[in-house]
């Protein structure tokens, strides 16, 4: 992990029925800015293994006093949410990066447009106090359900008013999204953020209708999912490694002392591609090509697993 | 036929089709260079409308034709583009190469994205050059060593081309021995 920070739990609350916000300061230093749109990775130290997830800063990216991220608590998942919705309290000391950005705004966009969908308000959460610096032209389409997410209603109304469109499953109708994207103006720039489903309905609408594809911006909250246990033999420093069904190939890796450059943990920016000599992957990420995919000579380890019950890598 | 660019910023001008997603299509070409799109043309069956920057000729060009002089380009594209629908394509043919980045920089202002833009093969190889010394812009380069009309300097026309002003670089040549002078060479 590249230069680790230390990092007070100074407050934690509850932001939606399923979402707790942390509000971290600086254990020694300082915080520097960051731009909108940046995540933080922070370590867990579980009993077994440590795991690695990455969170947007829903801060205002000017403020260097604290990070605040919110997280979800999702069981099906591998045990970061759980760990930070269980095992965190304030008054901890936790381990993060530096934030990264991986999803900032395109400022040549005449229009800005943001689809929300549960804890992916995250995101534009440090986007909205720079677009309003700046007197950029925003909307935000926020997609909930009111019994588990939801987060920032209140605050966002007053903060934005009218730029604000929630949609509640529970209680108002769904987003016209369609709609909304055949009404955008020449230059409008879509940002989202939210879970795959979402995502797709607006890039499989966005083909269907003509909209410039390198306008559609979009970040998954992409922790890796859990898959089958298999065994990493790596040639160059002769180890084998077990891989457990929750832990990722990068994970792993790295509590093996094997460090692999890594940025995005979710499979899309491309930094911890690695070489494959022999064994089956199966490809999870967003990153390599059709044929990088088909081909079978590198794996996105962040993601990435092995269908085989054996992978070779050359590293 | 296009040269097989040696620098990577030398622009490719890739086989164009019709996407039948889009809604609007453009259709613009400098005088003398419809017939480059004209099948293309023909071929759109939908919204679609045909701009000439120049004068009418006598190429056969489809009735309702617009035209607009070099100088208004500006002007007219500059609101025309503003105002299209999101889903718009606009199709580019011209004598020059310059040209066609000049519509491609009109239309990315004007909030498009780059790939919007469909560029067909120049007709001709004439060069716009940019002087890196003295920063002044000649048209109509087609010879490398090409002297620059604003500073008097032997300039080495290079593939490297900047998209931002349509044009290719020109270093000077005999830096070290003015008496230096090699010999002149048709650009591709
Ligand atoms: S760390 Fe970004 S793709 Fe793996």
């Known amino acids: 992990m590249s230069a680790a920070m230390k990092v007070h739990v100074s407050a934690i609350r509850k932001v939606a029925p399923t979402i707790k916000e942390f509000i971290l300061t600086p254990a020694d230093g300082e915080f520097f800015p960051f731009s909108p749109g940046s995540h933080i990775v922070v370590e867990m130290q579980t009993d077994s293994k440590t795991i690695r997830n990455a969170y947007s800063l829903l801060s205002d990216p000017m403020d260097n006093r604290q990070y605040r991220i919110a997280v979800r608590l999702q069981p099906e998942s591998r045990g970061g949410s759980e760990f930070m919705h269980h095992e965190v309290h304030e ?147 002769g180890k084998t490694i077990y891989v457990p069904e929750d832990q990722s190939l990068l994970e792993a890796l790295e509590a093996n002392e094997v460090e692999i450059p890594n940025l995005c943990r979710g499979g899309v920016c491309g930094q911890c591609r690695s070489p494959v000599l022999d064994g089956d992957i199966e490809h999870r990420d967003e990153f390599l090509s059709e044929k990088e995919k088909s081909d079978n000579r590198c794996i996105m380890p962040c993601v ?3 269908k085989s019950s054996r992978l070779h890598l050359d590293i | 036929m296009q040269p097989v660019p040696s620098i990577k910023s030398r622009p490719v001008y890739e086989d164009i089709g019709i996407d039948p997603a889009v809604q609007k299509h453009l259709f613009i070409a400098q005088t003398g260079s419809f017939d480059k799109l004209a099948k293309l043309y023909q071929a759109c069956p939908s919204d679609k409308s045909c701009w000439i920057v120049g004068d009418d000729t006598q190429e056969s060009l489809p009735d309702n034709s617009r035209f607009v002089s070099q100088d208004g380009i500006d002007t007219v594209f500059g609101e025309q583009f503003a105002d299209l629908p999101i889903s718009s394509h606009i199709y580019v043919a011209g004598q020059n190469e310059s040209f066609l980045w000049d519509i491609h920089n009109l239309a990315t202002r004007a909030g498009l994205a780059s790939e919007q833009v469909k560029m067909f093969e120049p007709v001709t190889n004439q060069r716009r050059l940019f002087c890196t010394h003295c920063y002044t812009l000649t048209e109509g380069v087609t010879h490398s060593p090409y002297e620059c009309p604003g500073c008097g300097r032997l300039l080495l026309v290079r593939d490297h081309f900047s998209r931002i002003h349509a044009a290719y670089v020109g270093v000077i040549i005999n830096a070290e021995d003015p008496n230096d002078i090699p010999e002149t060479e048709e650009l591709s």
């Open chain 1, 91 to 237: 008054g901890d000391e936790l381990t993060i990066t530096p934030p990264n950005n991986l999803f900032s705004p395109d400022w040549r966009a005449k229009k800005h447009v943001f689809f929300a969908g549960g804890v992916g308000i995250t995101p534009f959460m440090s986007y909205i106090p720079e677009m309003l610096r700046r007197g950029a032209d925003f909307e935000l389409h926020y997609m909930y359900r009111s019994t588990q997410t939801g987060a920032y209603v209140e605050a966002l109304r007053d903060l934005i008013g009218e730029r604000l469109h929630t949609y509640d499953s529970i209680t108002s109708s769904r987003a016209e999204i369609a709609d909304i994207m055949a009404h955008c103006p020449q230059g409008t720039h879509l940002y989202i953020c939210g879970p795959e489903s979402l995502i797709d309905t607006v890039r499989y609408r966005g083909q269907q209708t003509g909209w410039p594809a390198s306008h559609i911006h979009y970040e998954a909250f992409a922790a890796p999912k859990p898959g089958k246990p298999f065994v990493a033999e790596l040639k160059k420093s």
């Open chain 1, 304 to 306: 990435s697993r092995a």
